[in-house]
Nanobody, 125 residues
């Protein structure tokens, strides 16, 4: 069974940090572009960041540039999202997703074939 599982979410104060993990089971991530998306209550799902299968190319939404870093360890079949200087507006459910294809398509949620169940991130004092 092909599965993505996110972990690492939680409650953190503004200015704090969290590291999210996205672990794959049932398939290897080596050939997949991985994206992180988030959804706040009452809002549409938003692309946060994505990384090419090799890890050499990355993309970030403007609101997280300089604060978030996406990385991958193909040997561990895991992708990470390091989130620093968190703000209340970063609050939401964070999802990872995977697809095989050109990296240029990574900003479009409908390109993704596999999705995790999400992990809650709450930034509040």
């Amino acid at each position: 069974q092909l599965q993505l599982v996110e972990s690492g979410g939680g409650l953190v104060q503004p200015g704090g940090s969290l590291r999210l993990s996205c672990a794959a089971s049932g398939f290897t991530l080596d050939y997949y572009v991985i994206g992180w998306f988030r959804q706040a209550p009452g809002k549409e799902r938003e692309g946060v960041s994505c990384i090419s299968n090799s890890g050499y190319r990355t993309n970030y939404v403007d609101s997280v540039k300089g604060r978030f870093t996406i990385s991958r360890d193909n040997a561990k079949n895991t992708v990470y999202l390091q989130m620093n200087s968190l703000k209340p507006e970063d609050t939401g459910v964070y999802y990872c997703a995977a697809f095989r294809g050109p990296f240029s398509g990574c900003v479009f949620p409908n390109r993704y074939d596999y999705w995790g169940q999400g992990t809650q991130v709450t930034v509040s004092s």
